[in-house]
């Protein structure tokens, strides 16, 4: 009997795995698909010349991530690869807002949308490098985060103290129309926010777009060579190697509780898996309580908060084979990685408009990524493998297109969507159409088949909207990753600090699962350690 259970080998759940192996645990994972990684995963199978990221794709959290720094990833052989430009927003009449790797250079390229803007950039960075870290450090650590959070207060002062806190409460367009004159650097924060389920007029959304342009000016959007799978590879391998068990094809379909505790997970198969100290679930939040724990051994109160549980928004993808790169009339948009592609700040907010209407956008904004531009291993010379996503309603009432898009996600729903996807890049990249080899659709019904935790596609585990976020996530209670059930902790994107390749929830999970054991998990893994070396 392993001393831990984990339900779910996404990254959240292999960190979680990892951590209780360093502290000497034995682990045990259980994964219910074929393979690991959850939403990090990549393939062949648009093209076996290419290689396709399945679903996430850049990793400029995980780049920043103290969590993932601790755990040295390239040990295990994990190598990063980085596009010459980080990001960049192309507009119809070849202007291009670009975020470069040096910030000099970012700085230059917005003055050429108003003079003036590339100091207000510089200043808004500067800000960033005074505050980042330290905020990083706070939200990748257990709520509330006491140190972390007591330097964080003293950096903030010295960095503007309320009126940076108020810049990150504010929504992202009227933040952009406070720094900047010019709609490029609103377009770059505008479109980050919007990786998420923000609208430029959400309250907050200008501390996430702010947060994610900033973490791609000092680390860039990064990407793990060969494949995200690569990402995966390296946790899984740095988990064997410290004698934990990995179980593909594993369904958990039930947690065991008794008196008031987790003690194993019983699986599709009939198997009871047993837990001497812990279970921790990769999963979301409705699918542990509502699924795996039952109603019975949960108080009331949280069972009437998850039905006001909110997921993100829907996801809609396509990947391509293409023959050569992509044409785009900006040509500054060739060389980044992600390309955000919508005519404008009010394109954005009729897309986020439309999606709050429950309609399906006619102009879809599409987050476009350029992977053999980031990684030249993923396709020949002089091909590109690329993808995009666009966001959809998680209830789809009408469609604003011409479509008639229900959300039954049939054949011909799919290729609609698609083709509508690809109408948006050729509006950007005349001929575009023309260079595709092969494509493939990723629906969100598609989405979450391949991942039960991204619901209709829905990335994040839950909206990033403030109302579940730190001790709202997932319901209003500590910010924690324990659970009601004594020993079961919740070791998903469903807790603080929500979405992003990370690892911090899974970490958190795993701090919190140690804690009650303290010294006796030392003397355990000083014995393991004499044992190994006998």
């Known amino acids: 009997m392993p001393d831990a259970v984990v339900i779910g080998a996404g990254p959240n759940g292999l960190v979680a ?41 850049f990793y400029p959290l995980a780049a920043a991530s103290p969590v993932l720094a601790r755990l040295d990833l390239a040990a295990e052989g994990l190598r990063w690869s980085y596009a010459p430009r980080v990001l960049a927003h192309p507009l119809r009449d070849g202007r291009c807002a670009v975020l470069e790797r040096r910030v000099q250079e970012t700085a230059a390229g917005l003055d050429g949308f108003a003079s003036g803007d590339g100091d207000a950039w510089r200043d808004m960075y500067a800000a960033w490098r005074r505050v980042g870290q330290d905020l990083v450090q706070a939200m990748f650590t257990p709520f509330p985060p006491v140190r972390s959070g007591l330097r964080l207060a003293a950096r903030f002062r010295a960095a503007g103290g309320l009126r940076l806190a108020r810049n990150l409460a504010l929504p992202v367009r009227r933040l952009g129309e406070e720094e900047f004159r010019g709609e490029g650097a609103r377009l770059l924060l505008a479109g980050n926010a919007l990786h998420a389920d923000l609208a430029p007029e959400a309250v907050g959304s200008g501390g996430f777009g702010w947060l994610m342009s900033m973490l791609g000016q000092s680390h860039g959007f990064p990407v793990p060579v060969g494949g995200a799978g690569a990402l995966t590879a390296a946790l899984v391998s740095r988990l064997r190697h410290r004698d934990g068990v990995l179980r593909c094809g594993e369904r958990a379909v039930s947690v065991v509780v008794r008196g008031g505790r987790a003690v194993g997970v019983r699986t599709a198969g009939g198997e009871t898996v047993g837990a001497r100290r812990a279970v921790l679930a990769d999963t979301s939040a409705p699918a542990l309580y509502r699924e795996l724990v039952g109603e019975e051994h949960l108080p009331s109160r949280l069972l009437r908060d998850l039905e006001r549980f909110q997921w993100d928004f829907a996801t809609f993808k396509v990947d391509w084979a293409l023959t050569g790169p992509v044409p785009w009339t900006a040509p500054q948009a060739s060389g980044a990685g992600t390309v955000h592609v919508a005519d404008g700040m009010d394109s954005l907010t009729r897309f986020a408009s439309q999606i709050a209407m429950g309609q399906v956008p006619d102009e879809p904004f599409a987050l476009f990524g350029q992977m053999t531009t980031a990684d030249p291993s993923r396709s020949p010379v002089g091909t590109e493998s690329a993808w995009a996503y666009t966001h959809l309603p998680q209830h789809i009432t009408s469609d604003a297109g011409p479509d008639r898009i229900t959300g039954r996600w049939d054949a011909r729903e799919q290729e609609a969507m698609a083709d509508r996807v690809e109408a948006q890049v050729e509006r950007f990249a005349p001929g575009f159409r023309a260079r595709i080899l092969a494509r493939r659709i990723l629906a969100p019904t598609t989405l979450q088949a391949m991942d039960e935790n991204l619901h209709n596609g829905a990335i994040n585990n839950g909206t990033t909207a403030l109302h579940q976020q ?65």
Request: hydrophobic share 40%; proline share 8%.
């Open 470 to 534: 730190a001790v709202f996530r997932p319901v209003p209670g500590t910010g924690r990753p324990e659970t009601p059930v004594k020993g079961l902790y919740l070791a998903s994107a469903a807790a603080h600090p929500g979405g992003g390749v990370h690892g911090a929830p899974g970490a958190n999970a795993a701090r919190a699962a140690l804690r009650p054991y303290g010294l006796q998990t030392l003397l355990h893994r000083a014995q393991r350690i004499r044992t190994a070396e006998m």
């Open 17 to 57: 795995a990892n951590l209780l192996a360093d502290a000497g645990w034995s682990v045990e994972v259980l994964e219910a698909q074929q393979e690991p990684g959850g939403a990090v995963r990549s393939d062949r199978g648009v093209h076996p010349d290419y290689v396709s990221d399945l679903f996430s794709a």
